[in-house]
């Protein structure tokens, strides 16, 4: 069975960091692209950033510099790290492959950036 639990998101201030984390089944990790996406209120999800199998991370410019994503493939883990964080990052997080399945989608985590 094939599950993607993402974890670690929470109440943030502006300015400050938070490390996402998505355990993947195994079945799908060591053969694809993974990706972070997110979904604020009343917006279509969006990709943030993706990582081919073979560590490459390519990010949306409204993560660039700022977000860095790895991925462990020891622990079929992938990893979102989030710094200087602001109001607008404010949304669920997801994983899934990319380009994205519809049947993989988990419950994601939300991540609120608020003083």
């Known amino acids: 069975q094939v599950r993607l639990v993402e974890s670690g998101g929470g109440l943030v201030q502006p300015g400050g960091s938070l490390r996402l984390s998505c355990a993947a089944s195994?079945?799908?990790?060591?053969?694809?692209?993974m990706g972070w996406y997110r979904q604020a209120p009343g917006k279509q999800r969006e990709l943030v950033a993706s990582?081919?199998?073979?560590?490459?991370?390519i990010y949306t410019d409204s993560a660039k510099g700022r977000f860095t994503i790895a991925r462990d493939n020891a622990k079929n883990t992938v990893f979102l790290q989030m710094n200087s964080v602001k109001p607008e990052d404010t949304a669920v997080y997801y994983c899934?492959?990319?380009?994205?399945?519809?049947?993989?989608w988990g419950q994601g985590t939300q991540v609120t950036v608020s003083s």
């Open positions: 899934n492959t990319h380009p994205p399945f519809v049947n993989y």
């Open positions: 195994r079945t799908i990790f060591t053969i694809n692209t």
């Open positions: 990582i081919s199998t073979g560590g490459e991370g």
